[in-house]
């Protein structure tokens, strides 16, 4: 993720890229005194509090707190990742992009991306040809699609034979290699030479954040299979990354905060033509975080919505907790046996299709349903325990300092659990600290503290470190030798804090420079509010890097108090150690007389923490 380009490229980029000349292009920026104003694009405002400073090339926000470098800025504006905006700004300063491992990237696929952008034209030809594209149009009018559908979403045709796009490739003088590298054509086994990849199947491309053709999904016109065939994997092509119909979604899930989440290609274009416009789906395979991520730069809310089958559910399962591991608020919907929401939108109309979406359960909630369903089902302490443990799994997934919704929602359903099992919901915080350990993601530090609510007494000390940190860069590795990220409780500083730390070369130039490494939108505006309040404290611009002026004095105070705090909750944490092992080991006595045989779940952190103990 992080560090696709080196600090001589970002620095470059920046450098011809200028923040005023730049933030001017989308809106118009009045001077005045140092800085430039403006109404605030990512806030509703009268009165402007957008500034963007020439000398430090950030911007910030005094109304909302958004802040951060020329690119941060076109992140946020243009709904991009980080390494989409860096080459948006050199695309429009004129600079090759080279990345970090050397490979050209952009350079290299410019032909790759030429060759799919006329293929996106070859196969809409296709579909509109009288004769070649009839039996395509008969499809998809049997589907129900209207021609501005098709036309909207650049749907096409590839016509049935080995050789059609070869043949007009050929007459267009596309080189074969680039065919084969954008995955259009595919080698013969025997080395002869090459043949069409799609065949005999309607076309949707697929396109990146940008808009860009990177691949296709092609539909079988009958019951071939496989039903859709996808392009493989390539340069550009990545599955794991993408999300069909994104592009065209992203205004409305934008405005929503909403985006939805269905299987099929033709369900996105289906549900786009019934008006639903906050629709994606996967490229055929299962959600990963990395969609999920995704998803996140634009919405606060994610419906998943899957077949009732059992595959369906299985999908919606593993996907709630992808969500809940990135703290997105996720429900989940299932529409009845056999329909997918292509057909609830063409049979039923928006209307139902919305009244399902609404319907959609929080995912904790769906996640208990199955849970209660195995539970009732199980015929031994054994399946009633697997039972717990998989929703101990799900609830586990969640960041220990979630977002003060998420601790509700979690603590809701905890007390459920509680109620139904007949297990105290001592017992099952330990169970989920270590549900929470056994996390495959490294979240670090997550299990330190159970329910933290909002800012704890840690944060006015962690607050001043970053502070300092943001300003002197160049001290973080000192810093890190006493206190290390891991230490640091409240998240957004821990991530800002091991961002600094991951970038050397940067962080010892300048702090414009280290702010200009920071790729996640959220953690700029952070750090640019320290920033500032950095600069704020006066005298601290003169104080030269090693002196010990405020700045100096602030970060080691700070230190000094996050080790003393540490030593104070060691303390504390080995109390509620005790406490805890001393009630569970009564609870296991308690199960192994069975007087919990009947709906109890054997408390097994009892005898862990027994033999962990002293
Ligand atoms: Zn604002």
Redesign the pocket.
């Known amino acids: 993720m992080s560090g696709l380009y080196t600090d001589d490229i970002l620095d470059e980029v920046a450098r011809a890229n200028d923040i005023v000349e730049v933030i001017s292009s989308y809106f118009p920026l009045r001077r005045g005194g140092k800085d430039y104003k403006a109404l605030?694009?990512?806030?509703a405002?009268k009165t402007p509090?957008?500034t963007v400073s020439p000398a430090k090339q950030i911007f910030k926000?005094f109304?909302?707190?958004?802040g951060g470098s020329v690119f941060n800025f076109v992140m946020l504006k243009e709904n991009l990742t980080f390494p989409e905006a860096v080459r948006v700004l050199a695309e429009r300063a004129g600079i090759t992009l080279r990345r970090r491992d050397g490979s050209k990237g952009e350079g290299a696929g410019r032909g790759v991306r030429q060759a799919l952008e006329w293929a996106v034209r070859y196969f809409e030809s296709n579909l509109r040809h009288p004769t070649v594209g009839q039996e395509a149009r008969n499809y998809l009018e049997r589907r129900g699609f209207k021609k501005e559908t098709a036309e909207a979403f650049h749907l096409g045709f590839a016509p049935p034979g080995w050789d059609g796009l070869l043949k007009a490739a050929q007459g267009d003088n596309i080189p074969v290699g680039l065919l084969e590298s954008a995955g259009l054509v595919v080698q013969r086994d025997d080395g002869s030479g090459t043949y069409d990849r799609f065949r005999g199947r309607v076309m949707f491309p697929i396109t990146d954040a940008l808009n860009r053709p990177i691949g296709f999904g092609g539909r079988a016109l009958g019951d071939e299979t496989p039903k859709y065939l996808n392009s493989p994997e390539t340069a550009l092509f990545r599955k794991a990354e993408n999300l069909y119909g994104l592009p065209e979604a992203r205004p409305r899930i934008g405005e929503t905060r909403r985006a939805v989440v269905v299987e099929g290609y033709t369900d996105v274009a289906m549900a786009h033509q019934a008006g639903v416009t906050n629709v994606v789906a996967t490229l055929g395979t299962a959600l990963t975080s990395e969609h999920v991520r995704v998803l996140k730069r634009y919405a606060d809310e994610v419906v998943l919505v899957f077949d009732s089958d059992e595959a369906g559910r299985r999908a919606a399962d593993r996907g709630l907790e992808l969500f809940l591991a990135e703290d997105v608020r996720v429900s989940v919907t299932a529409l009845p046996e056999g329909k997918d929401p292509c057909d609830v939108c063409r049979d039923e109309g928006a209307e139902a299709f919305g009244r399902y979406l609404a319907a959609a359960k929080d995912a904790l909630d769906y996640k208990w349903e199955l849970v209660r369903e195995e539970f009732g089902a199980a015929t031994s302490p054994a399946a009633q325990r697997r039972a717990l443990e998989a929703m101990l799994a799900t609830l586990g997934q969640a960041p220990a300092l979630a977002s003060g919704e998420a601790n509700v929602r979690r603590d809701l359903i905890l007390a459920r659990v509680s109620q139904a099992l007949g297990i105290s919901a001592e017992a099952l915080w330990a169970e989920l600290a270590r549900a929470r350990r056994r996390r495959p993601t490294a979240e670090t530090g997550g299990a330190k503290t159970p329910p933290a609510a909002g800012r704890g007494r840690r944060w006015p000390a962690e607050r001043e470190l970053l502070t300092a940190l943001v300003c002197r860069p160049s001290r973080a590795d000192d810093a890190a030798a006493r206190v290390p990220p891991a230490q640091v409780e409240d998240t957004a500083f821990r991530r800002l804090y091991e961002t600094i730390l991951a970038r050397p070369a940067r962080r010892d130039r300048d702090v414009q420079a280290a702010l200009r490494g920071i790729e996640d939108a959220d953690l700029a505006s952070l750090a640019v509010e320290l920033y500032e309040r950095g600069e704020g404290i006066e005298a601290c611009r003169q104080e030269a890097d090693t002196g010990a002026g405020p700045l100096a004095q602030m970060l080691e105070k700070a230190l000094a108090a996050i080790e003393q705090l540490d030593r104070q909750e060691d303390l504390a944490t080995r109390e509620r150690a005790a406490r805890l092992a001393k009630q569970d080991s009564q609870a296991l006595k308690e199960f192994t007389e069975g007087r919990k045989a009947q709906q109890g779940v054997m408390p097994r952190t009892a005898t862990h923490r027994d033999k962990m103990g002293k």
């Open positions: 605030c694009p990512f806030h405002e509090s957008f926000c109304g909302c707190g958004r």
